[in-house]
């Protein structure tokens, strides 16, 4: 079967990887001039290491990955700790893996690592893409075309194959935007800790960790906003509106905050969950289909995921894509569906604007943490409970094993 892929980001090349594992031809079409991330860290909460281990890429995963202690809650003004869970043995066994953090970069070079160099056509820019009577083919920005069995937008939350199919339908603006830095540790910072930290507070919160092994902290720093007026939805920020927008927060952020040498500043938009993602011929994955905010760490998560699923239901039914198709979108749609409407619903719950709604919702945090500690008690459990490996079977895991 051949397969064109729109957009080499981390959902188009781990697709790409898993269906190079199932023997299809494959080609990626990627707009940018080489494969790149934003210089950001990532969570890879269970569900996705899961799917990373699915895919056969655990040991490299884990070698460029950091185990964080704990996902712990604070105050935001004293740092008192609200609720605490716990990451370690039993956690992991519990899940069938760990929580572990990585930058951006290393998570998007663990998928193109395993990629035959020739198998990306840089600088194609996507206009439209069409169905035939046999397939589907794509448009790019230089007026060339690509025909295939199997076109997969994985083109990201403007996809230009999910407007082609769809129709651009309306771009949410969520009313959040969040600062990203990363500051390098230079050895030790002893004021960070080694936790997946969410500092809570009224209309904002702070989430940080450690990536590259130790080496830097990544800062995700959530505020909320009437509109977002800039043209692109990432702008540099500087250092002092950052600090000027958490001015009151705890010591320990200022310090941070007072580190961080380049900074961006990233307006947050999601869409509703669609009714459908395919055509005969073509179909999307990750951010394409599904955007949503970053406040459950699932969106590149849900991506890998579709990525194994995807790969694996074309395989079941080998040059069949209606069935094919359909049992994806059956596995996949309501599931990333319900992840990016409770995604939004954080967005009002890490958020909540009086000390009284604060405690009530921590409290409640910690009271589930303590009854199952081997649980999340954040109410995370369904999302990571997940297992895209029990979808069907997938040789790279039995032969790692
Ligand atoms: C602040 C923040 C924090 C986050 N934290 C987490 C987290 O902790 N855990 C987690 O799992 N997720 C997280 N996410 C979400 C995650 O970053 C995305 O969901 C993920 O990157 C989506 O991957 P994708 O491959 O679907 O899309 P993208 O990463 O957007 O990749 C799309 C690719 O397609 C290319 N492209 C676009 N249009 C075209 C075109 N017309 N033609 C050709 N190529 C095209 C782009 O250049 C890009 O390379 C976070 C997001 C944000 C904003």
Not at 31 to 54: D, L, W
Not at 167 to 189: F, I, K, N, Q, S
Not at 359 to 364: G, I, S
Request: aromatic share 10%; net charge negative; charged share 25%.
């Amino acid at each position: 079967m051949k397969i064109g892929i729109i957009g080499g980001g981390i959902g188009g090349t781990a697709l790409a990887h898993a269906c190079l594992q199932k023997g299809f031809d494959i080609t990626i079409f990627e707009q940018a001039p080489a494969f790149g991330e934003v210089g950001a860290g990532v969570q890879m909460t269970p569900n996705a290491v899961k799917a990373i281990k699915g895919l056969g890429l655990y040991d490299d995963f884990l070698a460029k990955g950091f185990y964080p202690d704990a996902i712990v809650g604070r105050n935001w003004q004293t740092a008192q700790e609200n609720f605490r869970i716990d990451l370690g043995d039993e956690f992991r066994a519990h899940y069938d893996a760990p929580y572990i953090h990585i930058h951006r970069a290393d998570l998007l070079d663990l998928f193109v690592a395993q990629l035959p160099p020739d198998v990306c056509r840089f600088n194609k820019k996507c206009t439209d893409v069409a169905e035939t009577a046999t397939g589907a083919v794509a448009t790019f920005e230089d007026g060339s075309t690509f025909g295939a069995d199997l076109i997969v937008g994985a083109d990201g939350v403007r996809s230009a194959v999910r407007g082609a199919l769809f129709g651009e339908g309306d771009l949410r603006w969520t009313g959040h935007m969040c600062y990203r830095a990363l500051v390098p540790t230079d050895g030790v910072v002893d004021y960070v800790n080694p936790d997946s930290t969410f500092w809570m507070g009224p209309n904002a919160h702070v989430v940080t960790y450690y990536v590259k092994g130790g080496e830097a902290v990544n800062i995700v720093a959530v505020t909320e906003a009437a509109e977002w007026v800039a043209e692109s939805w990432s702008t540099k920020a500087s250092k002092e509106e950052m600090l000027a927008d958490f001015a009151g927060w705890h010591p320990t952020l200022e310090t941070l905050f007072s580190k961080v040498d380049e900074v961006y500043n990233w307006g947050l938009f999601d869409r509703d969950p669609m009714e459908k993602w395919s055509t005969d011929h073509v179909t999307l994955l990750g951010d394409a289909c599904h955007p949503m905010l970053p406040f459950l760490s699932q969106g590149a998560a849900m991506a890998i995921e579709d990525a194994l699923v995807l790969a694996t239901a074309l395989s079941l039914t080998p040059g069949d894509l209606k069935p094919a198709l359909a049992r994806y979108e059956a596995e996949r749609l309501p599931r990333t569906g319900k992840v990016q409407l409770e995604a939004r619903e954080r967005g009002r719950t890490y958020h909540l604007p009086t000390p009284e709604e604060m405690a009530a919702r921590d409290a409640e945090y910690a009271r589930r943490a303590k009854e199952d500690p081997r649980t999340t008690g954040i109410n995370t459990d369904w999302v990571y409970d997940y297992d895209p490996r029990s979808f069907g079977p997938f040789p790279a895991e039995a032969e790692q094993a």
